[in-house]
């Protein structure tokens, strides 16, 4: 059974920073990739980046803009996203998903490519 659990949310002022994590179980699989997403209130689900488990190639989407930064520790099975410049509209619940990598679109990081999700964490920043 596939599960993902984020942790690290939490409130920052503008301009910080915050990396979260992505703890990844029970793929079947070594092919697979792992996305980092957002979903502000009342708006849909926006794609950040994604990972393969492959070779480590990382994606991201053009609205990131440079600002945030996706790693993975694969003795740990974890995956990072280290959130920069953080801004009032980055407030959001992050998730992270995964799914094999013949599902997934990696340059197009669109969330219905992946099929498994974790339950996201909490980003808020404000002053």
């Known amino acids: 059974q596939v599960q993902l659990v984020e942790s690290g949310g939490g409130l920052v002022q503008p301009g910080g920073s915050l990396t979260l994590s992505c703890a990844v179980s029970g793929f079947a699989t070594d092919y697979y990739a792992i996305g980092w997403f957002r979903q502000a209130p009342g708006k849909e689900r926006e794609g950040i980046s994604c990972v393969s488990s492959v070779d480590g190639s990382t994606h991201y989407a053009d609205s990131n803009k440079g600002r945030h930064t996706m790693s993975r520790d694969n003795t740990k099975n974890v995956v990072y996203l280290q959130l920069n410049s953080l801004k009032p509209e980055d407030t959001a619940v992050y998730y992270c998903?995964?799914?094999?990598?013949?599902?997934?679109?990696?340059?197009?990081?669109?969330?219905?490519?992946?099929?498994?999700w974790g339950r996201g964490t909490q980003v808020t920043v404000s002053s």
């Open positions: 998903a995964a799914d094999t990598l013949e599902r997934v679109n990696m340059k197009r990081i669109a969330a219905p490519d992946f099929g498994f």
